[in-house]
């Protein structure tokens, strides 16, 4: 089947099958910065936004994306390069490979949640399951990186 989607703000048509995941569609059509992990929803690593919304791509049939918009960690890229440099600073960024799935749940919590407290951030991060870390230091970076973005958009 055919659909209709702007991906990270361009236009694009893509040939899904009815039963394919966005996750698979997209890494076919080589949006392949969105990472493969669990297949059931319970790793994270393949958060996409799909219109602006937080969602986990690999629960989300393809077809339910026609004619709406996705942005991977690609076409946020600033933001995540930004995002990725508090993580590693704080130890955060281990192996990495939930890396893109996590920042696209900061950049949603970042939209969400003006003065997130702990447990906020905690709330946000966990439908992203990092095996190398305690969180400890993503909360460390997260902070960090909203507390610093907050002073330079009230200059």
Avoid: F, W
Avoid at 30 to 44: E, F, L, M
Avoid at 105 to 118: A, F, G, M, Q
Wanted: charged share 30%.
């Amino acid at each position: 089947m055919i659909i209709n989607v702007k991906i990270n703000g361009l236009k694009k048509t893509l040939d899904v099958e009815p039963d394919e995941y966005l996750v698979d569609a997209l890494r076919r059509y080589g949006y392949i910065s969105v990472r493969q992990g669990c297949d059931t929803g319970n790793c994270g690593v393949c958060t996409v936004h799909l219109d602006g919304k937080s969602v986990l791509s690999c629960i989300v049939l393809a077809a339910k994306a026609d004619g709406r918009e996705v942005t991977t960690i690609d076409g946020v890229k600033e933001d995540a390069e930004r995002v990725g440099r508090y993580l590693v600073e704080e130890g955060a960024e281990q192996c990495g490979y939930c890396s893109a799935g996590t920042i696209m749940s900061i950049l949603y919590l970042e939209k969400c949640v003006e003065n997130p407290t702990d447990e906020d951030i905690l709330h946000y991060l966990a439908g992203n399951l990092c095996r190398c870390t305690g969180y400890e230091g993503q909360v460390r970076a997260i902070k960090k990186y909203l507390e610093a973005k907050k002073n330079e958009d009230s200059k």
